[in-house]
C-alpha cells in the first residue's frame, strides 16, 4: 500500500527507537506548526514564518535582522546570476566607502529632500564629538559621482558602466518587516554613465529585463514591468522604470526593484562633463539601478503556506531532502545505504540534495521540519522502498506523491523540480491576475480599493490627481497610490476620461495600497 512506510514512520510521543544498537528518546511533530494562519493573520503569518523557517533572527536593534544561511544562500544564487549578466554588459564590480560628507550628500537638492529622513549620521568618535557629522550612505549617487567627474575626460572615457554590491542604511520608518523593510539591507547598484540618452534608455530597459527575470524565472514570482509617476520617481532622476509585484493576501503591491534614467540632473550638478568628438563640451547621461533583498521577502509572501515556507527549485538551497523511514526488524543499514546512494547520484547529476539522518528525531517529525523550511521535494525510503527499488517523492508545492524507480532516479526528478518551479509561478499569476480590476469612475475605484484588488485605471497623468487620491483615501490601512503605469498598455478608447478628475485620460495606471 502507497504510503504506508511513511505513515508508520510518524512515531508515537515518547516511544523508544533502537537505531545502531543504542536507544534513544525519539521526538515527535511537536510545537513544530505554525500558530498564524496565512489567510487570517498574514503579518503574524510572515512574521512567524521567516523565523520557523529558518530564514532570519530577530536582532536587539530595531529593524534589523540576521540573515541565516537558508536566507543568505538564495541571496548568493540571485547574485551569481545577476553579476554574470551585467559582466556580460560590459559593467564591472568596484566598491565606494559607506561614509559621506554632508557636502557632498547636499548636493543634488530633491536628492537629498527625498533621503534626508532616512538618513544615519556619526556624530561621535570615542567619546569626543566630530568636528562634521558623517552621513551613512541611504544610497552611492553622491558618494560615486565626483569620481566619475574626475574619471570621465573625454568621449573614449565613456561610457563608465560600475555596479556594487553592498549594504545601505535607511533609518527612519514605521512597521520594519523582514525583508521588506528594515534599517540596513543588502543590494547592488548599478551607476553608469553615457554619452547619448539612447544610450542610457537601452541601458535602463535591458537592467530591467534581468530584474523580471530574477522576480519570474528564478523566485517565480510574476511582475509587471512599468513606469513610475513623477510623484514616485527616484527623488533627483528624470524617469523610474519597475518591476511591481502584488501581494494578494493584503491586496498591497511592492516595488520590487527599480532602474532609473538619471538624465543629466546629476551630471549638472557634480560637473560630469566630457569632450564629444566633434571637440565639444557636453554632459554625460546617467542611470543608477538595484534590486535587494527585498526580493527574498516578496517569494516568501507569495508561496509560503500554513506548513511554513515553500521555496521555488531554482534558489533553494536543498532542493531535495531524502528521509530514511525505517521501522519494526527493517534492514536499516540497507535503507540508510538506499539515502546515501539517491543524495550521491542527485548530487552528481548537480542537483542539490541532502539526507537526514538524525537518529533522534521521527521521521513525521523530520517532514514537518523540512516542510517549514521550504524544501521543494522530498524523498521517503522504507522497507517496501527497498524492496521494490524505488524512492517515494513528495511535493512541496502541492503534496503530490509519485513513486520513482531507481533507474530513473535523475531524470525524474529533475522533471519534477521543472514541473514545481512552473507550477509556483503559474499559480501566483493565476492569484495576481484575479485581483486585478479595471475601473472607470471614482466609485468603482474606492470599492476595489476596499475589496483588495490590484487596480488598472485610466489616468490623466497629473500630480495634483495623484495627491488628491492620496489624500481622499488616506485611512488605517495606508493611502492609495499609483504603482506604475504598464509598458504593456490596454487599448485606451478616444474619450475615456481619468477616473480621479474626470480630465482626458492619458494612460492606464495601476494604482492600490503599497508596502
Not at 334 to 350: F, H
Not at 381 to 402: E, M, S
Amino acid at each position: 500500500m502507497a504510503g504506508k512506510d511513511s505513515d508508520k514512520g510518524k512515531k508515537k510521543e515518547g516511544k523508544k527507537e533502537v537505531v545502531h544498537g543504542k536507544k534513544k528518546e525519539v521526538k515527535k511533530e511537536t510545537g513544530l506548526g505554525l500558530s498564524y494562519k496565512k489567510d487570517e493573520n498574514f503579518g503574524e503569518w510572515y512574521s512567524e514564518v521567516v523565523v520557523s523557517g529558518e530564514m532570519i533572527e530577530y536582532y536587539d536593534i530595531s529593524g534589523c535582522y540576521i540573515l541565516r544561511p537558508w536566507a543568505m544562500s538564495i541571496w548568493e544564487i540571485l547574485q551569481t546570476f545577476f553579476d554574470a549578466e551585467i559582466k556580460k554588459m560590459k559593467i564591472k564590480n568596484s566598491y565606494f566607502p559607506l561614509f559621506v560628507s554632508p557636502a557632498v550628500l547636499q548636493k543634488e537638492k530633491d536628492h537629498v529632500e527625498g533621503f534626508a529622513p532616512e538618513v544615519a549620521w556619526v556624530t561621535k568618535s570615542g567619546e569626543s564629538d566630530l568636528e562634521v557629522p558623517i552621513a551613512i550612505r541611504p544610497t552611492s549617487e553622491t558618494v560615486m559621482y565626483p569620481y566619475f567627474s574626475k574619471w570621465i575626460r573625454g568621449h573614449r572615457d565613456l561610457p563608465l558602466r560600475l555596479n556594487q554590491w553592498c549594504n545601505v542604511v535607511r533609518w527612519e520608518f514605521s512597521n520594519p518587516t523582514p525583508f521588506i523593510r528594515s534599517r540596513e539591507f543588502l543590494w547592488q547598484e548599478g551607476h553608469t554613465a553615457f554619452a547619448t540618452k539612447e544610450e542610457a534608455d537601452e541601458e535602463v530597459l535591458d537592467i530591467l529585463e534581468l530584474y523580471r527575470r530574477i522576480y519570474e524565472e528564478f523566485l517565480a514570482v510574476p511582475v509587471s514591468k512599468g513606469k513610475k509617476s513623477e510623484l514616485e520617481k527616484f527623488a533627483g532622476g528624470l524617469y523610474t522604470t519597475t518591476v511591481e509585484a502584488f501581494i494578494p493576501n493584503t491586496g498591497r503591491g511592492i516595488q520590487g526593484a527599480t532602474s532609473h534614467c538619471l538624465g543629466q540632473n546629476f551630471a549638472k550638478m557634480f560637473e560630469i562633463n566630457f569632450e564629444n568628438e566633434k571637440g565639444e563640451k557636453a554632459m554625460v547621461w546617467q542611470n543608477s539601478w538595484a534590486y535587494t533583498t527585498r526580493t527574498i521577502g516578496v517569494m516568501i509572501m507569495t508561496h509560503g503556506d500554513d506548513k511554513g515556507l515553500v521555496l521555488p527549485p531554482k534558489v533553494a538551497t536543498t532542493q531535495v531532502v531524502v528521509i530514511p523511514v525505517p521501522y519494526k526488524d527493517a534492514n536499516t543499514q540497507g535503507i540508510y545505504d538506499a539515502c546515501a546512494a539517491t543524495v550521491k547520484s542527485l548530487n552528481e547529476s548537480g542537483i542539490r540534495a541532502e539526507a537526514d539522518f538524525r537518529d533522534n528525531y521521527s521521521p513525521g517529525w523530520k517532514y514537518s521540519h523540512w516542510e517549514m523550511k521550504g524544501v521543494p521535494l522530498r524523498i521517503e525510503i522504507g522497507p517496501k522502498d527497498l524492496a521494490n527499488n524505488q524512492v517515494r517523492a513528495v511535493r512541496r508545492d502541492n503534496g503530490a506523491k509519485t513513486d520513482i524507480p531507481v533507474a530513473n532516479l535523475v531524470e525524474q526528478v529533475k522533471d519534477v523540480l521543472d514541473s514545481i518551479q512552473q507550477n509556483l509561478f503559474e499559480t501566483a499569476k493565476q492569484k495576481r491576475e484575479a485581483c486585478v480590476q479595471v475601473v472607470k469612475t471614482w466609485d468603482e475605484f474606492t470599492e476595489a480599493l476596499n475589496q483588495k484588488k490590484l487596480i488598472l485605471a485610466p489616468w490623466c497623468d497629473e500630480e495634483d490627481v495623484e495627491k488628491d487620491v492620496k489624500t481622499r483615501t488616506k485611512g488605517e490601512m495606508g493611502a492609495a497610490k499609483t504603482l506604475c503605469s504598464p509598458f504593456d498598455q490596454p487599448e485606451l478608447p478616444e474619450g475615456t476620461l481619468c477616473f480621479a478628475s474626470g480630465k482626458p485620460a492619458k494612460k492606464w495606471t495601476y494604482w492600490g495600497r503599497s508596502y
